[in-house]
C-alpha cells in the first residue's frame, strides 16, 4: 500500500507547506503524533485536520502544477506486480484529483485499489484506510508494508498495525524520517526497487 506522494513530483507545494505549518504553529501537532499507540487513536482529530489542511493546498496546487512520476516509479509498481504483490493506494488527496491524477501518470491500471481519505472521511494519521484495505484484501497486516514520504505515513501505517516504508527522496527530508522510525527507511525509489 502507499499513498501518491512517493510516486509522484510534489515538491515546490511540499515546501510551501511545510512553511504553513511553521508560520501557524502546526508543527506541535506532528511532535504529538507520536505518542499516539495502535490500539487509541482516539485524539486524532486535530491531525486529521492538520491532514485535510494539506490535502486542501495540494489540490489547489495541482490545478497549476501537473505533477510527474518520479524516477524509477512505474517500474517499481510493475515489478512489484510481476511478483504477485497486491497494490493500493491510500491518499488524503481528495477521489476527483487522485483518480484523474493516477490515470494521467499511468499508474491506475497498474495497481488493484485506490482508497481516498476523503471519501471515507478519514484523513492520516487515522488509520481506517489502511486497516479497510487489510480486509478488502484478505490479508494479514503482517503481510503489509504502506510506503509513503512523510512522517504521517509512518504514523498511520503504524495506528493501522502495518509496517511502514519511507522514501526520503520525497517531502520529509530523511533525518525526519529516521526520527520517526519507520519499519524501512530509503533514500529514493531505486533503492526501494534493490530491495527483496
Excluded: W
Excluded at 502507499?2 to 509522484?8: A, L, N, V
Excluded at 515546490?12 to 487513536?41: C, M, N, S
Excluded at 497494490?87 to 477521489?95: H, L, M, P, V
Excluded at 520525497?170 to 522510525?181: F, I, T
Amino acid at each position: 500500500m502507499t499513498g501518491t506522494g512517493p510516486f509522484s513530483t510534489s515538491t515546490p507545494i511540499a515546501r510551501a507547506a511545510r512553511f504553513t505549518k511553521i508560520r501557524y504553529g502546526l508543527q506541535d501537532i506532528e511532535r504529538k503524533r507520536h505518542l499516539y499507540k495502535v490500539d487509541e487513536v482516539k485524539d486524532t482529530l486535530g491531525a486529521e485536520e492538520i491532514s485535510r489542511f494539506y490535502a486542501f493546498l495540494f489540490d489547489l496546487y495541482s490545478v497549476f502544477y501537473k505533477p510527474r512520476l518520479k524516477e524509477g516509479a512505474l517500474d517499481l509498481v510493475k515489478q512489484l506486480r510481476k511478483k504477485g504483490k497486491k497494490i493500493a493506494i491510500f491518499s488524503d488527496s481528495n477521489r476527483y484529483r487522485l483518480f484523474s491524477e493516477t490515470r494521467r501518470l499511468g499508474i491506475r491500471g497498474n495497481v488493484d485499489f485506490i482508497l481516498s481519505a476523503d471519501s471515507i472521511k478519514r484523513f492520516k494519521p487515522n488509520p481506517t484506510g489502511i486497516v479497510a484495505l487489510t480486509k478488502k484484501f484478505k490479508v494479514k497486516k503482517s503481510e503489509c508494508v504502506y510506503v509513503g514520504d512523510m512522517a504521517v505515513d509512518v504514523y498511520t501505517a503504524r495506528f493501522a498495525g502495518v509496517d511502514s516504508c519511507a522514501i526520503a527522496k520525497g517531502v520529509d527530508p530523511y533525518m525526519l524520517l529516521k526520527g520517526v522510525n519507520p519499519k524501512y527507511l530509503v533514500r529514493n525509489i531505486e533503492s526501494l526497487s534493490r530491495t527483496k
